[in-house]
């Protein structure tokens, strides 16, 4: 049985008001259709072609993108949709997609729905995600094939059987300490649930419950109200830079936006705001991430970062409290709110990569640093 689905529309152009049929497709299988895919990704699919004044657009249908290997689900509803109206052609689509495959094949991916605006916005996703698979990251550990990452995950951290072998899962698997982890866990445990897969769902919700507790101990503590990775006024000030040269000025005033990690943050923030469906905000984060990658290699304020970074380096690799002192003496940069900034940021890279002692230091250095200021001040 065939997953993809065509259905015949009458169209109306809206240059000369000439009616026309043609059919378009409302559920598209990625592989049953290459070809079709390959017109989605030029953003050809699904187009009125006017024979009488030549007027080319889009036909206004939602479309359904389903993809089995990548084990993902992109909707994108008819434009102009009130939202109960798209809702519906959303529900409606879904269940035409889940009974065009047979129960033994359905997977509890099935129940993800990701919702794009258009079909360009689908396009942008799909191309996204082939992106990441031709240059996969080596540093994360590979899930065997036909299964989801999260999954692999959750299997092993359901199989850990101590404190230092959960410790050693979330290292391998940074994946389970992402936001968005755990309503994923519950959208799978109620795909589960419904296809009657009870056991199954017991080890999903076992799974989110064990990350909610350990949430505590994998995030590092808040210090004077800072709950953000990268710092709120730091990001604000980024998405507010419009130019080469106020972006100088955001880095100048927020030297942490100079440093390498704030790359691998500004990336994290970016699938946060995919994932939330906010394509605007993440297409502004990915500009100003590939913006800072190429200042941050040609621009004369990169010796004042490697400086930030080399005082870092130097406060963290101080033995004792005298060398910590000649640390702070030499570099008077770590006494500034970027210093303080900085090593937050390295905390939070520390602990994604599974050093959580030397996260714990970093935050102990800070904690530190504060102290001083605050006695400098008073």
Known sequence: MSISYQEQYQLTCPTC???????LWLILDAQEQPEAVELLLREELNLIDCQACGHRGPAGAPLLYHDGVARRIIFAPAPGSAEHEWREQARELHALLIGSIPE??????LGD??????LAGIAHLVRRAQSRRRTPTPSKPSAPEGNPPLLVAVEALLAANSPAELDQVVARYPIL?????SST?????????????????????????????????TQPEPVDGMGNTLAEEALQALLRAQNSAELSAAVQAHPTLGLPTTDRLLAHQVELALDEGNE?????????????????????????THLLEEAIEALLIADGEAAITAAIDTYPILLEAAALES??????????SGDEELARYAVECRAMLQRVRDGLAS
């Open 17 to 23: 008001g000439t009616e026309c049929a043609a059919p």
């Open 104 to 109: 033994e094949q359905r997977r509890p991916y």
């Open 113 to 118: 729905v990701d919702i794009a605006q258009d």
């Open 177 to 181: 300490l992402d936001p968005s982890s």
């Open 185 to 217: 866990l519950t959208q799978l445990a109620h795909v589960a649930t419904e296809q009657r897969a009870f056991e199954v769902a017991e080890s999903l919700r076992a799974a989110r419950e064990l990350l909610k507790r350990m949430e505590a101990l």
């Open 280 to 304: 605007r905000l993440a297409l502004q984060l990915e500009e100003r991430r590939e913006a800072l990658v190429t200042l941050r290699t040609t621009a004369p304020h990169v010796a004042s």
């Open 343 to 352: 090593l937050w940021q390295f905390a939070a890279t520390a602990r994604a």
